[in-house]
C-alpha cells in the first residue's frame, strides 16, 4: 500500500526567504506525485504535478518540485516566500497501476505561515 | 465555467438526523469522489465514483451512502448523522485518462457540524 509522510505540519518562513516543504512516499513503484494547496475556506487546488519525464517540475505562483526516486522523495520549493503564500500544502500520490481507478492518497499537510 | 459547486457551504445538525450533500460538476468528468478534512489527518476518501452508475467505497465508507444517476450530480447521504461525523466534507472530480494521472479537481467544501 502506498503512503505519504509530511515532514512538519506547521513551518514559518519570512517573507522573501527560501520555502521548503517535504514529501517522502512508500511505494514500491514511483507514483505519480501531486502537490495541492488549499487556502481558508476553499477546496484544494493543483500546485504542480510529476508524471514522467524531467525530474523538475516548475507549478503555479513560482513554486517547482524535484521528483527523487533513490530518496523517494518530492519536496517543494519557492525562492523567495510571498505573503500570499501562507496556505496548507498537501503532497498526494497515485500508483501507476490504479486498477481502473485514480487512487489518491494525501499526505496530512503543511501549514505554511509566512512572516512580515 | 463554474466547475464543482459544493452545496450547502455550512449545516448543523444533532445527532440521528439525515441530509444530503450536494454536488455538481460541469466539466463532464467521469470520476467524482467524496473526501473529509479533519485535523490532522489530511484527506480521506469516503466514497467514489468511476461513472454513472458505478459508485465504490473508499477508506471511510461507514455512516454515508452515495449514488451517481447522472454524470453531473454524485449527492452524499448521511444516514444518521453522529459527531464522529463533524468534519469537512470535499467533492473532488477528475477526467479519466488512460493514465490515471489527471489532477483533481475540488469544491469549496462543506463545513458540517453534528451535536
Known amino acids: 500500500a502506498q503512503s505519504v509522510t509530511q515532514l512538519g505540519s506547521h513551518v514559518s518562513v519570512s517573507e522573501g526567504a527560501l520555502v521548503l516543504l517535504r514529501c517522502n512516499y512508500s511505494s514500491s513503484v514511483p507514483p505519480y506525485l501531486f502537490w495541492y494547496v488549499q487556502y481558508p475556506n476553499q477546496g484544494l487546488q493543483l500546485l504542480l504535478k510529476?508524471?514522467?519525464?524531467?525530474?523538475l517540475v516548475k507549478g503555479i505562483n513560482g513554486f517547482e518540485a524535484e521528483f527523487k526516486k533513490s530518496e523517494t522523495s518530492f519536496h517543494l520549493t519557492k525562492p523567495s516566500a510571498h505573503m500570499s503564500d501562507a496556505a496548507e500544502y498537501f503532497c498526494?500520490?497515485?500508483?501507476?497501476?490504479?486498477?481502473?481507478?485514480?487512487?489518491?492518497?494525501f499526505g496530512t499537510g503543511t501549514k505554511l505561515q509566512v512572516i512580515p | 465555467n463554474a466547475g464543482v459547486t459544493q452545496t450547502p457551504k455550512f449545516q448543523v445538525l444533532k445527532t440521528g438526523q439525515s441530509m444530503t450533500l450536494q454536488c455538481a460538476q460541469d466539466?463532464?468528468?467521469?470520476?467524482m469522489s467524496w473526501y473529509r478534512q479533519d485535523p490532522g489527518m489530511g484527506l480521506r476518501l469516503i466514497h467514489y465514483s468511476v461513472g454513472a452508475g458505478i459508485t465504490d467505497q473508499g477508506e471511510v465508507p461507514n455512516g454515508y451512502n452515495v449514488s451517481r444517476s447522472t454524470t453531473e450530480d454524485f449527492p452524499l447521504r448521511l444516514l444518521s448523522a453522529a459527531p464522529s461525523q463533524t468534519s469537512v466534507y470535499f467533492c473532488a472530480s477528475s477526467y479519466r485518462g488512460s493514465s490515471y494521472n489527471s489532477p483533481l479537481h475540488f469544491g469549496n467544501g462543506t463545513r458540517l457540524t453534528v451535536t
Open positions: 498526494a500520490v497515485t500508483p501507476v497501476n490504479s486498477g481502473g481507478y485514480q487512487k489518491v492518497t
Open positions: 466539466m463532464n468528468h467521469e470520476y
Open positions: 510529476y508524471t514522467t519525464g524531467a525530474t
